[in-house]
């Protein structure tokens, strides 16, 4: 049997290929980026990733760049809004750099949810160490957006992304 074609010739593909990521925090396919691989608890309603920061990420010596630290919480809060199936964008945030964050020692993250009034998602996120000690913290206020609006003519079809039970994203 042949398959469809569309107007212009080319063959219609029922499986198409998954979007790439190329997130610099999260996204696989980023060679670049820093391929943190986050775990969804959905019981939790918690967003985590156990991560070792290598000097690639180099800010005062032995230690963390602000950024990253800034890019890393953005993304564990940014995870949280996976829990309401809603794509929602950073419109502020906030971090309090608590300690110095060190290269090269098991570090983790976690987002989690504060609070929604309809479009506007408060998330936190924290980044601990071994011992437990916070060394950062954030909040961040989150604006949900119809991503075929805002983005159409980029990504025509981006959806939302399903949740379950500590999948990994």
């Known amino acids: 049997m042949a398959k469809p074609k569309r107007s212009d010739g080319h063959t219609i593909h029922n499986n198409p290929k998954p979007p790439r990521n190329y997130c610099f925090v999260c996204g696989k396919d980023n060679l670049q980026g820093m391929r943190l691989k986050f775990y969804m608890d959905e019981e939790a309603r918690q967003a985590t990733c ?40 950073t419109r502020e945030m906030k971090v309090e750099y608590l300690r110095p964050v060190p290269l090269g020692q098991t570090l983790r993250v976690v987002g989690r949810e504060e609070s929604v009034v309809g479009r506007k998602h408060t998330n936190v996120a924290e980044i601990s160490n071994d011992q437990g000690t916070v060394l950062a913290r954030s909040t961040g206020i989150f604006i949900a957006v119809d991503m075929s609006r805002m983005f159409g003519k980029i990504a025509p079809s981006v959806q939302p992304a399903t949740v379950t039970s500590q999948k990994q994203t």
């Open 50 to 89: 156990k991560f070792k920061l290598s000097r690639r990420y180099t800010g005062p010596p032995g230690h963390t760049h602000g950024g990253i630290i800034a890019a890393i919480l953005d993304d564990a809060m940014g995870k949280v809004n996976k829990f309401r199936r809603v794509i929602a964008l």
